[in-house]
């Protein structure tokens, strides 16, 4: 705390974020606040079945209901479908023939008031045809079991199949093979805000839609083509977000088609509210997988190939899961030294709400069954867990190389070594490792493992972050950007970043929040892409608008523009510094000397696109990441040996390699809150309980999060590695450590206690069957 | 069936209202949508997420599982009452320097709980800090920054009295 890096004036030192004084006093709008004039509430029809043909919905009852103003049924949206790409466009914005999940959408009405609008809910008569159902991937993948989508033979979602190296030949050629299975759990994306939009038509061909979207332009899209309106006429204002980890505030969901068409019908705003349980049991969910990982290393411990077969529950609908599939395959040749790799990648649809990405989309799941094998590997071998890491980590390239993996992954800087180093010495690992401690009923162990996530993500088509910046007479800045702030701090880093490189303050920038009808189209904010190539579009940006007053100060001065600079809102000739004016009156004379100039600077990010290619995900082979961040974590865990309960201990350290920390603080409570609330969410708490489709713990009593009782006072190290393709050299943070937490927890358990427990989470019961078990086993020894 | 329109006088951030709400209505949503204290959030209405904590004559409560005709007579507090006008409370001045805040949806719960902490243990071990906000949930930032600003916001108070 309290460090700073590099000799800037702003980044790298510690830094208020812009947004926080806004938030700390609950003067920051959330979707769910915004109240216009004559606006009407709308609720959503819910299918009582998880699998049913639609025979009728007759809405007459709910129409003649007084206070209702307009009802929708899928039909009003004409036979429109979307998806997340071109060719995965299963889903309408309610079903009109068939529902594939429990409480899927098949109408919405609009009234004067919520109550009412529920009431209509009940008023529309639905007529079900029940099917049986899939409920897991495994019933789907039977011979004859019931289709989820009639045209989808074998319920197969996605499947990937991936070959490099010669994965036989050097399994033949190994010590040692292990080969294990491991499942991770269905979970919640756990943010505390529900869905909540309000829209409207300020005339027949202009929307207005405001809704807690982290990708504000995934609905401009899809609501121009949904609706047959010019991009233009699509107007979305982004709200604050009460966090997004993927999928429900990327995509759309009912609520947000409901608000749109049902204000055109009524023409007044429509403001719908998801409750938590709406959110629960019906918004998308961390894909639950079983993955089976065969792995052969040498004596030393060095890995020689690993085959990965997964099997993963897609729900009803395709969603990301494209993208879930090959971003669990494609990083697992990271961040240690993998020659041969194969990968069969199987998704299915199920009658379950849709999976899609989360915090550590993908490498969360297949680095847990990695790093805890790995750990096993270790122990067989005898090998020390954090020397078997070291043995295999990927060496820092020299500056100006790239390593590439065997999978054509590539790699420009890493810390993954330093940061093991780090944390080994930071929890004194020499001294603890392989000694159990026992007090009363509570063992204590402890764990350290490696991960990495790609940042600066770049997918095929659309990959450009855009900013514009817009000096105003008096000096003050405007920054507009189509990239949104959910939470991570993007948008002091932005500000900080242009603040830099202009030379003035960040008091100075006034941000806009997403208005498409004024900011620069953006991808969104997934995948940990938004620092990155934001933060180059940033620098574009201010070089752009910095150019421009440079000409004029060097006018003034009669000297060459390279020959002056800004700093610190100064601005002087570089050979004799007392040659200077202010920032203010730089602006002043480049905005008033007659005719004027306006000043804005314009920049977007090339890094996502310009690089060493695109993945292609049927291959499994190329850059999903601009670039990759690097993580190790130590967690020390205490189990109750008698009631199975396991809390993560204080002594908890985390070494991340974000490149260079643009903001240390975000840097530090991202890694913190990447790794509990997703990582060992994951490991300890999180699961929801499923019958038939039905989610039987949609609520956060019955569905445990981490709650600050528990919460481990994870301590974060910074490791520099400048990386040439990041703003100022930086990588993405907090991703790496939703993917390093899950196995160290795991470890760490079985270093209490000598139990494995491969699916997750490890919660309690779980805990004290396998204790009980190890007990048993012990005496028929005996 | 919806509940009989009952007379509510009550006093919030100071101010006194007197309101006619349903007796079935809940207080996060008088102040919500008849008073637009809108910093208050929804975001469970089963008491489990801590998202609507506001003060009833000084106590945390969660004002999703107070009925509004409970608060008859009573002094509400919101979060929009804690900062004297451009002047924030220390807790809320220590969560903006520590870097304790993400998304901020949970923040102005979990300031409400801190305060009533504060007000009335001025010297909280970790473990009180802990405990009086468990019944807040964020989901980003991980709480060791929400717990140490607490702390440092403790220290800042003592000192300052």
Redo the contacts between chains.
């Keep these: 705390m309290g460090e700073t890096f590099g000799n800037y004036s702003i980044i790298g030192k ?1 830094m ?2 812009v ?12 979707a ?2 915004i ?1 216009l004039p004559g606006m009407l509430w709308g609720q959503v029809k819910r299918s009582p079945y998880a699998h049913a043909r639609i025979l009728n919905i007759d809405t007459s009852k709910a129409e003649k209901l007084p206070g209702v103003k307009a009802v929708v049924t899928g039909k009003d949206f004409g036979g429109f479908k979307w998806g997340w790409s071109r060719e995965t466009r299963d889903e309408e914005p309610f079903a009109t023939t068939k529902v594939r999940y429990l409480y899927e959408g098949v109408a919405a009405v609009a009234a004067t008031s919520e ?1 009412v609008a529920e009431e209509a809910c009940d008023l529309i008569e639905v007529e079900y045809e029940p099917l049986a159902g899939v409920f897991d991937p495994f019933e789907a993948m039977q011979e004859g079991a019931p289709l989820v989508h009639e045209d989808r033979p074998g319920n197969i979602c996605v499947e990937y199949h991936w070959n490099f190296g010669d994965v036989e030949k050097a399994f033949a050629e190994s010590y040692l093979v292990w080969e294990d299975t491991f499942q991770t759990p269905r979970m919640a994306k ?5 869905p909540a939009v309000v829209a409207y038509w300020p005339d027949p061909h202009h929307i207005v839609y405001q809704g807690a979207k982290g990708s504000p332009y995934f609905p401009y899209r899809i609501l121009s083509r949904c609706f047959n309106l010019p991009l233009s006429n699509v107007r979305v204002i982004q709200p ?4 997004d ?1 993927g999928g429900t505030k990327n995509d759309m969901v009912h609520c947000d088609f409901a608000a749109v068409m049902l204000s055109k019908k009524t023409a007044r705003p429509v403001k719908l ?1 998801y ?2 349980f709406d959110e629960l049991s019906t918004c998308l969910r961390r894909h639950p997988m079983w993955l089976t990982i065969k792995t052969g290393v040498t004596k030393d411990g060095i890995l020689k190939a690993t085959y990965l077969k997964v099997v993963a529950d897609g729900g009803a609908y395709t969603r990301m899961s494209p993208l879930t599939m090959f971003l669990t395959g494609t990083c697992m040749t990271l961040p240690y030294e993998l020659p041969n790799f194969k990968y069969d990648a199987y998704n299915y649809f199920t009658n379950n709400p849709s999976s899609a990405a989360m915090r550590g989309h993908g490498l969360y799941h297949s680095r847990f069954a990695a790093d805890v094998q790995l750990e096993m590997i270790a122990e067989e071998l005898g090998i020390d867990p954090v020397e078997i890491r070291l043995r295999n980590a990927i060496e820092n390239p020299k500056p100006g190389k790239v390593y590439q993996t065997v999978n054509e992954v590539h790699v420009a800087s890493c810390g993954v070594k330093e940061c093991v180093e780090k944390v080994a010495q930071a929890v004194n690992w020499e001294k603890v490792k392989g000694k159990k401690r026992v007090e009363g009923s509570k063992a204590y162990g402890i764990a350290i493992t490696a991960a990495t996530y790609n940042s600066g993500t770049k997918l095929s088509a659309h990959n450009a972050c855009a900013a514009i910046i817009r000096v105003c007479e008096d000096g003050s800045v405007n920054y507009l950007t189509g990239a949104s702030d ?4 993007s948008d002091t880093v932005t500000c900080a970043i242009a603040a830099e490189v202009l030379g003035i303050g960040l008091e100075d920038i006034d941000l806009k929040r997403v208005d498409t009808a004024f900011t620069p189209v953006d991808p969104g904010s997934y995948g940990s892409r938004v620092t990155v190539l934001a933060g180059q579009a940033a620098i574009k940006a201010a070089l752009d608008a910095k150019r421009q007053l440079l000409e004029v100060a060097a006018q003034q001065f009669g000297v060459k523009p390279e020959e002056v600079e800004i700093k610190n809102k100064q601005v002087f000739v570089k050979s004799n510094p007392e040659r200077s004016m202010s920032w203010e009156r730089l602006v002043r004379i480049a905005c008033y000397e007659t005719p004027g100039k306006v000043i804005i600077g314009r920049g977007y990010s090339t890094q996502g696109i310009s690089l060493l290619g695109l993945a292609v995900f049927s291959r499994g082979v190329g850059d999903i990441g601009t670039n990759y961040s690097f993580t190790a974590q130590a967690v020390e865990v205490e189990v109750d040996v008698e009631t199975g309960l396991v809390k993560c201990t204080d002594n908890s350290v985390i070494a991340h390699d974000c490149g260079f920390p643009l ?1 240390p ?2 840097v ?3 890694c ?6 997703q990582g060992v969410a994951a490991a300890l708490y999180e699961e929801f309980k499923m019958d038939k489709g039905q989610t039987l713990n949609a ?3 019955d569905y445990k ?1 981490p ?3 528990e ?4 301590r974060v190290e910074h490791v520099l590695t400048n990386d040439p393709y990041g703003p100022f050299g930086a990588k993405e943070a907090s991703e790496g450590s939703c993917c390093s937490a899950p196995p160290a927890v795991i470890n760490a358990i079985y270093n209490a206690t000598g139990v494995w427990i491969k699916d997750l989470p490890a919660q309690p019961e779980k805990v004290f069957w396998a204790l009980k078990k190890q007990r048993e086993k012990g005496k028929g020894k005996k | 069936m ?1 509940g009989e329109p009952k007379k509510l006088a009550l006093t919030v951030n100071g101010k006194p209202y007197e309101l006619t709400v349903k007796s079935n209505t809940l207080l996060v949503d008088v102040l ?1 949508k008849e008073l ?11 008491s ?2 801590g ?1 609507c904590t506001v003060h009833i004559d000084g106590k945390a409560v969660r004002s999703c599982s107070v009925l509004a005709l409970q608060t008859n007579g009573r002094q509400v507090t ?3 009452g ?2 004297d006008g451009d002047q ?1 409370h220390p807790i ?1 001045e220590a ?14 719960g979990m ?1 409400m709980s801190a305060k009533a902490l504060l007000d009335e243990n001025p010297s909280p071990t970790r473990e009180e800090v ?2 009086a ?15 140490e600003a607490i702390e440092i916001a403790a220290e800042k108070m003592r000192g300052g009295q």
């Design positions: 510690q208020p974020r947004d926080a004084k806004a938030k700390v006093t609950g003067q920051a709008k959330y769910a606040d109240e109550e756990g943010y505390i805000e529900p604050f977000i009460g966090s980890f509210v409750t938590q959910v939470g991570q701090g903001n603080q975000a530090e409570t991202q913190q809150g990447g790794s509990y609330h609520n956060f009593i999060r709650r600050a009782c919460a481990p006072m994870t | 919806k919500r637009k204290l809108t910093g208050t959030k929804v975001g469970c209405l089963d489990a997420c998202a919101t979060i929009e804690v900062a924030l809320q969560m903006v320097e520590h870097g304790a805040i993400e998304c901020g949806f949970c923040t102005p300031v802990r405990e906000i468990q019944g807040n949930l964020c989901a980003d930032e991980g709480y060791v920054k929400y717990i």
